[in-house]
């Protein structure tokens, strides 16, 4: 199994030519010590969308920015893009504790909240187009940022990522590679539950849910594929869309080695799930940017 460096090394091998990643050194609150990466477009269009991206565990920002063609479209359709970092849990994120998992709480969401807050600002970005994806541990806190932050995001997408809060309470390193590995191998709940995890992360709010979409590889034995079902069951309880067509073959814009599971008009929720995609599920980024209503 080739370790997340090595993925992340191979992604960046085919990306090189990009604009400028830039750090911020301040941004506001930031609990949890957390670096901020952000990188603008050249032609800055009057209220830009964001892009929240967030590495995987044992990556960084860099290597994430390297790592999809993200950059190049930044600068194409004039989205803004932040790369948060963080270094503590084997440089994974704070997936399990409460204060990431409670909106308004602390640890590395209220950390990138800032980010997006300092962004909107400075940019005068669109707080109605802000979005998250991330792979991996990314992927898992890409479901906590919009389970803990409805009123933030308009969409997310995870790429081999697990449910908001399957590692709610766990005393090891929330990362494939802890002791508790209940999450990571597929734990499940019904659809009720998972929905009751996000509805605690945030009580008596009434807006809208961010869409979301769902990308996992089926021979992906680090994060299981079990994992993509359990997200895919939790939102489609949040957002009260059910399964309403599976789609194979050359039809499925992210390959045709993957199953599109469509819920609802697959506008507020999608799965894709891949035959023979191990860790991390590729980001096909025309199949995100087209969720995320940021290209036609």
Not at 4 to 27: D, K, Y
Not at 45 to 59: D, K, S, Y
Request: include cysteine; proline fraction near 5%; glycine fraction near 12%.
């Amino acid at each position: 199994m080739k370790t997340f460096t090595a993925i992340l090394g191979l992604l960046a091998s085919g990306n090189s030519a990009l604009g400028a990643l830039q750090q911020v050194t301040s941004f506001g609150t930031n609990p949890s010590n957390l670096q901020m990466y952000i990188s603008v477009p050249s032609a800055l269009p009057t209220n830009p969308a964001i892009i929240v991206a967030l590495h995987p565990c044992g990556g960084t920002a860099s290597q994430w920015y390297s790592g999809t063609r993200l950059p190049s479209y930044s600068d194409s359709l004039g989205f803004i893009l932040i790369y948060p970092q963080t270094t503590k849990y084997s440089n994974c994120w704070d997936v399990n504790n409460a204060g990431s998992l409670t909106h308004g709480g602390n640890g590395d969401a209220l950390g990138i909240i800032s980010m997006v807050d300092y962004t909107l600002q400075k940019y005068n970005g669109n707080k109605s187009k802000v979005y998250v994806m991330g792979g991996s541990s990314g992927a898992m806190m890409s479901n906590v940022m919009v389970g803990s932050y409805p009123d933030v995001f308009e969409a997310g997408a995870a790429y081999s990522g697990t449910a908001f809060a399957c590692f709610a309470g766990s005393m090891s390193d929330p990362t494939p590679f802890g002791a508790n590995q209940t999450c990571a191998q597929g734990l499940s709940h019904t659809l009720q539950e998972w929905a009751r995890f996000v509805y605690n992360a945030y009580p008596g709010y009434t807006g809208k849910r961010p869409r979301f979409l769902v990308a996992h590889g089926l021979s992906d034995y680090l994060v299981r594929p079990q994992c993509a079902y359990e997200q895919l069951k939790q939102w489609s309880a949040v957002l009260g869309v059910s399964n309403t067509q599976n789609v194979t073959g050359s039809q499925v814009e992210q390959g045709s080695q993957y199953t599109k599971l469509v819920y609802g008009d697959d506008t507020q929720l999608v799965g894709y799930m891949g035959q023979g995609v191990g860790h991390i599920a590729p980001v096909v980024e025309t199949v995100l940017l087209k969720f995320f209503k940021l290209m036609s």
